[in-house]
């Protein structure tokens, strides 16, 4: 048998076999269409479940989604109403630090016109305080007792026999008395000092000047001292100028004090004069000088008039007592202002 007939053959069996197959379909209908709609029913139905659970499972998330929405849009609404309350406390805070800050500016430049009235009225009282003692004199070392009933007599036998006067001087004595302390009970402790007022002052320069040319003046075998009567405060700064004087002495640099306090120094350039010893500090310290300052010098200025003289000092710009006044009545309306508010 030739290839092509083999081949006819086949293809007619292969036909044959598929005319049966779809026979037997065509001829048992009922179990070809019963299988598929069993499987489709199941389907459908599993189908319906699953979206019944989904729709269930989209219902409970929507709500719990809208329940988390209504809660954060009441936490914005209570954050939105927390800052409109912070912004306006910020913005009363913001005006009451500006009112306090000009009051503080205020109440600034009256401290200083107030610093700056207290230092030249407090330069005042002890510049007038020092010339209502122009004709005072001070005697150091006398011993106590040594008086007798007699202040005044006693003080003009003693200028007379310790001192070398002109024989026509007229000591006018208008009064004297012992420095107003506690009289010290042991007879080896510094005895206090003698206050003489003259009633002419030219009379009193020309002692001390006549005391200090001898250096050396004796009262019943012991040393005595004449100076000017300073105020207690002027005292103490000529005490520290004399303190720096002895420090430039043992280094062989002259010195001097003139009044009130002020340092005169001789150095190979020539003279100079300070009115402070702040004013000398940096002259002091290459000198190899320490000083000690008081408190007072760094807000006082010191008194540069003399006894016979007074500078006039220049008229600076200042608050006027009017101006202080309604300054300071105007604070006190703002502090009612505030209060108030």
């Known amino acids: ?51 019944k659970q989904m729709r269930d499972e989209n219902k409970e998330g929507h709500s719990l989604t809208k329940s988390s929405l209504d809660r954060l849009e009441q936490a914005v609404a209570d954050i939105r109403s927390q800052i409109g309350e912070q ?3 910020l913005t009363g805070l913001e005006e009451r630090v500006a009112s306090l800050e000009e009051r503080e500016t205020r109440h600034e430049r009256e401290l ?7 230092t ?49 001087l007229d000591i006018r004595i208008e009064r004297a008395h012992r420095a107003l302390q506690v009289r010290p009970r042991d007879h080896l402790a510094t005895p206090r000092s003698i206050v003489v007022r003259f009633l002419d002052a030219a009379v009193k320069d020309l002692i001390l000047k006549q005391a200090w040319s001898q250096r050396q003046v004796l009262f019943q075998g012991k040393r005595i001292f004449f100076d000017q009567d300073y105020s207690p405060e002027l005292q103490k700064k000529r005490a520290r100028v004399r303190a720096v004087i002895k420090q430039l002495r043992q280094k062989g640099i002259g010195a001097k004090c003139l009044y009130p306090a002020r340092l005169k120094l001789k150095l190979d350039s020539g003279e100079k004069i300070y009115t402070t010893l702040t004013s000398a500090a940096e002259m002091l ?8 300052e008081g408190e007072e010098e760094h807000t006082e200025k010191e008194p540069t008039t003399d006894w016979t003289t007074r500078s006039k000092k220049k008229k600076e710009g200042k608050i006027k007592s009017l101006d202080l006044e309604f300054i300071t009545q105007e604070d006190k309306n703002t502090e009612r202002g505030i209060e108030i508010a």
């Open 1 to 51: 048998m030739s290839s092509s007939t083999r081949q006819k053959v086949l293809n007619k069996q292969a036909n044959t076999k598929d005319m049966e197959d779809k026979q037997q379909k065509l001829g048992n209908p009922s179990e070809a269409s019963t299988q598929p709609t069993s499987c489709t029913i199941m389907s459908e139905n599993k189908l319906l479940e699953e979206i």
């Open 87 to 89: 912004e306006e406390r």
């Open 112 to 118: 200083n016109h107030l610093l700056r009235r207290e």
């Open 120 to 168: 030249e009225l407090t330069n005042t009282c002890e510049d007038l305080q020092n010339r209502l003692r122009r004709n005072n004199m001070r005697i150091f070392q006398v011993p106590e007792e040594s008086e007798g009933g007699n202040l005044i007599d006693f003080t003009k036998d003693l200028l007379n026999k310790v001192l070398t006067l002109p024989s026509d």
């Open 285 to 292: 310290s290459s000198l190899g000088v320490q000083i000690y």
